[in-house]
């Protein structure tokens, strides 16, 4: 089983709201990511979480939060966010975070809109 | 300086019509490179993993290979399914342990 679930898959909110992204893998991973996709560009790190804890944050502004619950699961917290937001949000798990990561598996992503 | 890149940019296809998509690297010290699927609106889907020059990984109507500056993805009679952008990405001593991704190749195969 290779599978990463994203939900939801559709997000449309305002720039007042907040609101949460989920992932979920049971492929027994210790590394979690997300990215950042905007159209016809490659997906941009954001955050990396290593056995749990936050081991990369790519400069990203604070109206994202990112929160690894438990080794299966990883969200992704918003709020106040921007028109220039709007993107689809991908989230990849590996088996470790090392120098030999080996490939990532990515979900279906999220497309958000912010209004 | 781009680390990764992909070309060309677009490429259009007529059904059956063999071609080959490049990603050249600058990387040093390669761990991995990583070629991916990417249909529209969705994530990208694992493809193939190359990681020492001279390697080559085949699956269904594609074929990944791969030199000490560049890898290449062989597309072999290709169907309109096959229609998608395909991303390499690269892992790299000089990276950390971060991905690299290339912008992809759009890939369109005419029936």
């Known amino acids: 089983d290779t599978e990463v679930t994203q939900t939801p898959k559709h997000l449309v909110m305002g720039m007042t709201n907040k609101k949460s992204l989920k992932c979920e893998q049971h492929?027994?991973?210790?590394?979690m990511y997300w990215y950042k996709q905007k159209a016809k560009k490659p997906p941009e790190l954001m955050f990396v979480y290593s056995y749990e804890k936050l081991s990369i944050n790519e400069s990203v502004p604070s109206r994202f939060s990112p929160e690894c619950p438990n080794s299966s699961l990883l969200n992704l917290h918003l709020h106040a966010l921007q028109p220039e937001d709007s993107a689809l949000y991908l989230c990849?798990?590996?088996?470790?975070?090392?120098?030999?990561?080996?490939?990532?598996?990515f979900g279906e992503g999220s497309r958000l809109t912010v209004l | 300086e781009d680390q990764v890149t992909q070309s060309p940019e677009a490429l259009r296809l007529q059904e059956g019509e063999s071609s080959s998509l490049n990603c050249s690297y600058t990387v040093s010290g390669l761990r991995g490179l990583f070629w991916y699927r990417q249909d529209p609106g969705k994530g990208p889907e694992f493809l193939f993993t190359?990681?020492?020059a001279g390697e080559e990984k085949e699956k269904e109507r594609l074929k990944a290979t791969l030199t000490k500056k560049e890898s290449f993805l062989h597309i072999t009679a290709p169907k309109p399914e096959d229609s998608a952008t395909y991303l390499c990405?690269?892992?790299?001593?000089?990276?950390?342990?971060?991905?690299?991704f290339g912008t992809g190749t759009s890939l369109t195969v005419i029936p």
């Open positions: 990849a798990s590996s088996q470790e975070w090392t120098a030999n990561t080996g490939e990532l598996f």
């Open positions: 990405a690269v892992q790299a001593r000089n990276t950390g342990n971060q991905f690299y």
């Open positions: 492929m027994g991973h210790r590394a």
């Open positions: 190359l990681y020492s």
